[in-house]
């Protein structure tokens, strides 16, 4: 017990240590013009704000905070929030079937008096022709989860957005495999854990890795699918391994890996199965650096939400803003784990879910 708080209170120690310092820039992707098909993309040297003109209200919707990809985002969006003075409330859906509970967050955003919203969206076409229904005239900022800009409704009331294209998730995870499996090497079986069905980024995450290992020896032997519970992850491999079919890998989101590393050892297939994540969280990172998970690129979500915040208060008041902006991608494996991109991803061991951000020292 004291070895594992040791290493909590190290990795704490590194995160806070080599944690995004707003004073300073970063490098991200920004895509001009925004939101459109056909837009240019390039690195630039982004510029955090250090302070904001007045304490903003700042309203925040997740789907939830289940797991620690989504907790991450709120540490990342609490401390700018800190640093830059401004108020931020935060509410969470509890999950992507729980649209209806969302739509409701965001008119209680309305009533609280929100000076600009951040959305994390359930669905991407969730918001088609009734998201100016629900928002009035509050500016928009959509955040991680990608939002349909074609519908005339949501393209009109979001003024800006940070994100990936979960394809390029899921392209990454498919590309590693294909690199090892190449045509011709001979056929590996894995099982699909992507995730929820309907809701978040698994339709475009499959996409993009079903077309990378298409010309490749990776054969899917197994699709399945749940909501991003531990619970539920569990028995989608406890059902897996009952089946009796041989597999190579399992390669899924993070909570399906998280879930197989001890599913695998109860099993005794630790060395027989090996594991690939789509994404990042502090569960993947530990079993990345024991060699447990073979590989995870991260998308950087507490600097994600760092910038959805400070687009939000450019807007606010009228300074210079880049409405399209994506983090660069890393691919993580076991022997590339960089302190810097760990930081600008994961939330530190000790930060627990905040839900509001008020100075009270401010006098408004």
Partial sequence: ??????????????????????????EIISHKP??????????????????ASKPWKICSVYPHLKDS???????????????????????????????????TQIKDCHQWGADAIILGTVDS??????????????????????IDVTDPDIRKNI?????????EMGQA?????????????????????????????TKPVTQGFLDAVKDSDINIIKTMWADNSKELQR????????????????????????????ELRSNHKSDDISIVSTYLSHGVYRGLRRGKILFAPTDKMAQQAMLSLDQAVRHLEQKPIERNLSPIIE???PAHLPKDVIADSLSPAEFRPAFSVYDHKVRR
Avoid: C
């Avoid at 509050?138 to 990608?146: C, G, K, L, M, W």
């Fill in 331 to 333: 691919w993580l494996t």
């Fill in 173 to 201: 995870a498919g590309e590693f495999l294909a690199k090892r499996h190449p045509r011709g090497s001979g056929i590996v079986n894995i099982a699909w854990l992507p995730g929820p069905s309907q809701r978040g980024g």
């Fill in 34 to 51: 925004p939101f459109a098909s056909d837009k240019q993309s390039r690195t630039i040297t982004y510029q955090p704000l250090t302070t």
């Fill in 235 to 262: 028995n989608l491999i406890q059902k897996l391994f009952a089946s009796g079919q041989h597999l190579d890998y399992i390669v899924g989101g993070a909570v399906a890996a998280e879930v197989a590393i001890s």
């Fill in 125 to 146: 076409t969730a918001y088609q022709g009734i998201l100016s229904q629900l928002t009035g005239e509050i500016p928009v900022f959509a955040t991680i989860n990608d």
């Fill in 159 to 167: 003024t800006a957005k940070v994100g990936v294209d979960w394809y």
């Fill in 1 to 26: 017990m004291l070895l594992i708080m040791n290493k909590m209170r190290i990795f704490s120690f590194l995160l806070l240590f080599f944690s995004f310092q707003p004073a300073y820039g970063v």
């Fill in 69 to 103: 990809y989504w907790l991450s985002v709120n540490y990342g969006m609490v401390e700018h929030a800190k640093k830059l003075g401004v108020e931020l409330k935060v509410l969470e859906a509890g999950g992507y079937p729980h649209l209806e509970k969302q739509q």
